[in-house]
């Protein structure tokens, strides 16, 4: 007779918890909820016949994206990585340079880089948020960078370390402070992408715009979605208006002449996915609210079970838990692949962190620090179903 072995029963206690709290049949691992205005929104807007890049909904979701964040100013644009390549372009962001970023990413982070034919330079996590170790990153740049005429030079490549881009990995804010410290002390712009981060704070302020420039996603699987749309954040007015500029093909105001005054992008959000957006902003607070639920709930199924446990919000921050992730111990770690094929044959649509960044074929060869803290996690990190609908309270 087979006696299970530590990993199989793990596997079996997971799925079961996991199970407890999602409910029966398939659940998918994020999907979107129209509950809203959406019809009444998207119907208005065609009536309109507005569908495009002018309309009162583009105009109207940056003004209460903006409220909503507390950034002075937000635009809105066609999706999260576009946000991100306009966001670097202004931020300074010019061929050759090199942009600090964690591996622990989705590849969008690192593309938008390389739009800007820049190099991605990868910088290792910490446990305690998932996201850029302040502390670990300073002593690097201290052993590997220079300061030459108030730029930061990384002296193995003799490259301008030009930005550096943290990012809240599934909604759990990073030490934002620290990291905008080693910013200022090394002469680097900090962006951040808080394209997962729609609702997470810190000390009440909204991840996204601490940082020189933030940017949003709207995707279909994001807190809240547009169908596919990203958002730039900023305080600055000046860089605002050149955002607006930049991502509207840099076409001079006029009545009727074409006059570009440099390389554009059309990257504006039209007013139609605007208005699906205007409609999912007023729905946000409440699937925040569902989504610390599920985390409540999720908690206390897993509170019992050792080997692994529920990552929670670092402190003084508030997350908007868009990913619920569950870390394996070490010891476990070698469990990931049997918990994921148990769950996803079992229908509850699990999935493990992005492949790091510094192993994709592209990014192989770009410059990096010690990652081991990002290869733990990816080794023992697995993201469970986390829609709004799964905190809401069921009724029926
Ligand atoms: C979703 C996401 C983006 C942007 O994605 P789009 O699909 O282009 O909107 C960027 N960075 C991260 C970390 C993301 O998760």
Known sequence: MNVPNSQSLLTARLVKAIRSICGPGVVPLHEPRFAGEEWNYLKDCLDSTFVSSVGQYVDRFEAELAQYTGAKYAVAVTNGTAALHAALLLAGVRPNDEVLMPSLTFVATANAVSYCSATPHFADSTEQTLGLDPSALREYLISIAEQRDGQCINIATGRVIRAMVPMHAFGHPVEIEALL?????????LVEDAAESLGSTISGQHTGTFGLLGTLSFNGNKTITTGG???????????????KHLTMTAKLPHRWNYMHD?????????????????????????????????FDRYNAALVEISGARLFKEPPRCRSNYWLQTLLLDEAVAGARDEILAATNDAGLMTRPAWELMHRLAPYRNCPRMGLAVAESLERRLINLPSSAQLGLDRAA
């Open 181 to 189: 410290a080693v910013a200022r002390d090394f002469n680097i712009a």
């Open 229 to 243: 749309g990203g958002a730039i954040l900023t305080n600055n007015a000046d860089l605002a208006r050149r955002a």
């Open 262 to 294: 440099e390389i554009g992008y059309n990257y504006r959000m039209p007013n139609l996915n605007a208005a699906l957006g205007c409609a999912q902003l007023r729905q946000l607070p409440g699937f925040i609210e569902a989504k610390r639920r599920l």
